[in-house]
DNA sequence: GTGAAAGCGCTAACAC
DNA sequence: GTGTTAGCGCTTTCAC
């Protein structure tokens, strides 16, 4: 299987190889004339360039490389915000002749900096895009940073750092919340924390008590429950809070996963949702259109957002020096079946 | 950031750089004492291989390529069965210093076969991994076999092709679904059947069909209903089927999606699962274990049919006549909630 | 504007 | 067993 060259449409054109290496890289300094000969014979001759002799030749890949926390490594991954990430990353790669390398990796994992460095190594991708929690796990920036590959952060909650990072607005959408629920006429809001190592999921505990303030509506510390992001410890709080003979009138998540654990607890103890109770999660995984009720929740623009990390990444095209970047992406309250007014 | 180069070592270690590469290649005809001397030089230097280097020279990018249909162009993508294929896909990559690209591609969409040429000769991939309804889809497997490269087809339920395949016993394990439905006592047993264009769907049908037979029970057209695999259309068949006055007492769909429909219209229309109908799947996605009640379905080994396909990529090593293989996984029932003895 | 020549870091073929 | 040499297909530098 042999394939053209570009000495091939060198001959083909009767230029120089280096003619048509301008004109496949868009350089300046071709007459008009001389790039459509050019052309032509790249289009006739379907040619196309070799990713390892541009690399190699140039430091160049055209590769993008996505981390991210290993799902595998956890018993019930919901695993639809990584499909949402490899969506933003792959449409960003599709319009710029980019390809995408994943790599998911455990945290946990002591050699983990040197997989990192032997992945660059390897492969040598022009940029790396890491996502929560892993980008606030120094042991992978710093192994990234300290081989000067150009790195974006994928944070929900946090902002600045050392390197770029695109995050979005946790703390006032779950602001946005509380006082959604406030306004269908609920004052007992619970809410679920999260794993107090994600600290996404903490700014989303920050939104919670900021929308109780602006509501007029004292913080209850009885109504705080922690939870660890997971189903099962959802449906522990739900359970907690709903056998209480004063329950309260709505239950708000840190995350869809613990919000779907609190919707098994209301359905095992029979408690109608949302007659009885309302539920609101946060993310908007794929499942909470799907459950029924379906879930009310804070929809996260993660695949916008890892689109741009992806285009921090390959706009920066020759810039020497690199430029520490961020951007907010908002999102938004997804209102669906689960919440209503409060009982009575 | 200069990185170390195979000349660097072999100065360090005093000797020439073929030398050095036969220790990091494993080629024989290396004296012990000299390998132990380059591999000191190699881990004191931390040296590690140029991908594009080894790719340009050797034909070999040790990059796998993994294409599946792209998700982001359907409305309710459920992800889980993405996922685990990347997640075998990188076991196999892990343990054997390969990375992974994922193309996920819309086979609607024209250009494809220019695409995945494009792809190929970018990044040239070892091997390349097509994941059903795309392994049955010509246009794609005759791109990339036109270009040489060795594919492997990831189809739950054709065998017989013109490249490697792993497959998985969609027929057998869909009579043993109906056999255990029969065992708990249901007679009256509908199917919902899958959009026809997805083979693999076809041949569970085959199944329900000889599970039946084997049970002695005869075939009842009334009780076979159409869909098109989509949440929505199991909603409408479970709507159809549970309005009938004589309704059936277990419904089995031809996947989780379409079953998790049935359960929505079940509890719409107040019919306790499995009380008064017993509900079944197939695929076992991550949804599956999470609704309330659980899912009854069947457990598709996808991750190892995926790493089994790496594997097979992998090993070929340097068979220079590709070789045909296929094999077989096989899948198996998961009883969850959502089936038991039929009512009265 | 265009081209010639020198590598990028590695493997392959062959000599020693 | 080990080293030498010539590329792989491209970009870069610099000459024209």
Redesign the pocket.
């Known amino acids: 299987m042999q394939?053209t060259?570009?000495?091939d449409v060198a001959e083909h054109a009767g230029?120089?190889?280096?003619?048509v290496?301008?004109v496949?890289?868009k350089e300046p300094?071709?007459?008009q004339a001389?790039l459509e000969k050019v052309s032509k014979a790249i289009a006739e001759l379907n040619y196309r360039?070799?990713l390892s002799?541009?690399n190699?030749?140039?430091k160049r890949s055209h590769l993008i490389c996505l981390i991210y926390d290993d799902p595998a490594a956890y018993e019930l991954p919901s695993s639809g915000y990584i499909i949402k990430m490899q969506e933003g990353v792959l449409k960003a790669c599709k319009t710029n002749n980019y390809d995408l390398l994943i790599h998911p990796c455990n945290y946990r994992d002591k050699h983990i900096s040197s997989e990192i460095r032997s992945l660059i190594d390897h492969a040598r991708p022009d940029g790396i895009i890491v996502a929560a929690p892993l980008s606030n796990t120094p042991r992978i920036t710093k192994a990234i940073e300290a081989t000067g590959t150009p790195l974006v952060g994928l944070s929900p909650g946090i902002k600045t750092r050392s390197h770029s990072t695109i995050s979005t607005n946790d703390s006032d959408v779950s602001a946005q919340m509380v006082e959604y629920l406030v306004s269908l006429g609920h004052k007992e809001i619970a809410f679920i924390q999260g794993d107090s190592g994600h600290k996404a999921v903490a700014s989303r505990f920050d939104g919670y008590k900021a929308g109780l303030k602006a509501a007029g509506i004292p913080l209850s510390q009885s109504l705080v429950i922690s939870g660890d992001n997971s189903i099962g410890s959802g449906e522990l709080a739900g359970m907690k809070l709903l056998k209480r003979k004063q329950r309260p009138t709505a239950i708000f998540a840190a995350n869809d996963d613990m919000a779907l654990g609190v919707m098994r607890s209301a359905k095992k103890l029979g408690i109608d949702i949302p007659g009885e109770v309302s539920i609101a999660g946060y993310d908007d995984i794929t499942l909470a259109r799907l459950v029924y009720p379906a879930l009310t929740t804070v929809s996260q623009p993660l695949a916008t957002m890892a689109e741009r990390a992806a285009m921090f990444l390959i706009d920066r095209n020759g810039e020497q020096h690199e430029v520490i970047r961020s951007e907010i992406i908002p999102g938004h309250i997804q209102v669906r079946e689960s919440t209503g007014k409060p009982p009575h």
């Open positions: 394939r060259t570009l000495e230029v120089s190889i280096k003619t290496s301008r496949v890289n300094n071709v007459r001389t360039p070799n002799a541009r190699l030749a140039s």
